[in-house]
């Protein structure tokens, strides 16, 4: 069952932040973080393997709240570069190490502007 | 450049006729994944090939056909398709060890079903 992600889009000025919400209704292995400019292919940002892990890269850190059952990322003083969809795909427990089958929100759609 | 080469880029077809989708890996990468991507839709896992067999078969049509000759290289041949076919199709190679690992995609093939 595909994760839900929250909000479906969102506009910010530069140097603005955000927080992307990642939701399953399964328990979760692991948590992974895609963007996709338009008309490029998604590009990786991270992987959350942990309950309770957190990660940073560059000013784009996650989280990943394995009770809650869901991860956020954090967007902070963002830059135009940012702009662009953001996914989540999640790995379940039932199926974890080994399972091939990560399955994708919908996509939250980031547009910075100047 | 990702290290993931699709070719074509974009793909023109009548229902009935046959084409194929190609994808090529540099990376060294042990699986290689066929991603469907939707307008408006998450992006949907189709066929996955670990070591050259295939370990995933999301209830794919079999209109849809894979075939992986080697570790490097994916094919998705295609026939007698429907309109609704119509998507961008996305080829990915990932080096598991555990967790599916980190994603790396090529820029994908446009097909348009006539």
């Known amino acids: 069952q595909q994760p839900v992600q929250s909000p479906q889009a969102v506009i910010l000025r530069e140097g603005e932040d955000a927080v992307i919400n990642c939701s399953s209704s399964?328990?979760?292995?692991?948590v992974h973080w895609y963007r996709q400019k338009h008309g490029e292919a998604p590009v990786f940002l991270m992987i959350l393997l942990k309950g309770g892990e957190q990660k940073g890269h560059e000013k784009i850190s996650a989280s990943f709240n394995e009770k809650k059952q869901q991860s956020s990322l954090y967007l902070t003083a963002s830059q135009l570069s940012y702009s662009g969809t953001y996914f989540c795909g999640t790995l379940g427990r039932d199926s974890g190490a080994g399972s091939y089958q990560l399955t994708f929100g919908k996509g939250t759609k980031l547009s910075v502007i100047p | 450049e990702t290290g993931v080469t699709q070719t074509p880029r974009h793909l023109v077809m009548g229902m009935t006729n046959k084409k194929s989708l190609k994808c090529e890996q540099h990376l060294g990468h042990n699986a290689m994944y066929w991603y469907k991507q939707s307008a408006k839709k998450p992006l949907e896992l189709m066929f996955v090939?670990?070591?050259?067999?295939?370990?995933e078969n999301n209830s794919v049509p079999s209109r849809f056909s894979p075939e992986c000759p080697n570790s490097s290289h994916l094919f998705l041949h295609l026939h007698t398709l429907q309109p609704e076919d119509s998507a961008l199709y996305l080829c990915?190679?990932?080096?598991?060890?555990?967790?599916?690992?980190?994603?790396?995609f090529g820029e994908g093939s446009r097909l348009t079903v006539l």
């Open positions: 090939y670990s070591l050259e067999e295939r370990v």
């Open positions: 990915a190679s990932s080096q598991v060890t555990g967790d599916t690992g980190e994603l790396f």
């Open positions: 399964k328990a979760l292995y692991s």
